[in-house]
């Protein structure tokens, strides 16, 4: 397997359309975009149906049935639809990311202590003040975990921007395979993993400095301990 390709500095001018900086920013405008759309979806779907428990089941279901439709499927129908293009391509890909943001949402949101609740109720807070101000922030680690999540998939399938005729990192898969050259396609597939990686940790930093300290402690001291039950004493002789 040879890294020339990946070495070589010309792919990492930022002069060259056609460089690794180039084709980067590229890939994470498209999942940028898809991510956001998936969200402004998603998120309100979920947080209403967690804070009422309407429509629960309705929404999981659709949810798992948009974890199993295939997202070049998915694409290959858009492209009939609306052609080639970046619409097809963000259909795709917000059809990927909406089920683990509205699951996790929804989860989120339903793991806050029904005692937690009434008492912001007790204390005179409407509702949407209890599902913005007590039932988000408790909710955030979980909310942020599947945002995590569905950043990872877009991120690895934003490739199919390629097949559509758009750039993104997925450019050097297809034209390393289409031109047998192996070297690019390697070094594509080494930078989308890379890019990966660094989004991931870059969004977990980012869930450190969001979710409050108390709902971390909180989180922690909900983890089950193992209780070891003290020795009875000898009796004395």
Not at 99 to 120: F, H, N, Q, W
Not at 130 to 159: D, H, K, M
């Amino acid at each position: 397997m040879s890294l020339d390709y990946l070495l070589d500095a010309a792919n990492w001018s930022l002069t060259n359309p056609e460089g690794f900086p180039q084709r980067i920013l590229e890939h994470l405008g498209y999942t940028a975009l898809a991510l956001l759309i998936a969200a402004v979806i998603a998120f309100p779907i979920g947080l209403l149906i967690g804070h009422t428990g309407r429509g629960a089941l309705l929404a999981i279901n659709l949810g798992n049935a948009g974890r199993a439709l295939p997202t070049l499927g998915v694409l290959m129908l858009a492209l009939a639809v609306v052609g080639i293009g970046l619409v097809p391509v963000t259909i795709a890909l917000v059809v990927l990311a909406i089920p683990p943001i509205l699951a996790t949402t929804y989860a989120g949101i339903r793991s806050v202590a029904d005692e937690t609740v009434d008492a912001a109720r007790g204390v005179g807070m409407t509702e949407p003040q209890i599902a913005w101000r007590v039932e988000v922030p408790i909710a955030l680690p979980i909310i942020v975990g599947g945002l995590r999540n569905a950043t990872l998939q877009v991120i690895s399938t934003a490739t199919i921007a390629a097949y559509a005729g758009l750039g993104g990192l997925g450019r050097y898969l297809f034209d390393g395979l289409a031109t047998l050259e192996y070297d690019q396609v390697v070094a594509g597939a080494i930078v989308i993993a890379a890019l990966a990686v660094v989004v991931d940790l870059a969004l977990a930093g980012t869930q450190r400095l969001l979710v409050s300290p108390g709902v971390g402690a909180r989180s922690a001291g909900n983890r089950p301990t193992t209780v070891h039950p003290e020795p009875n004493p000898e009796p004395a002789g």
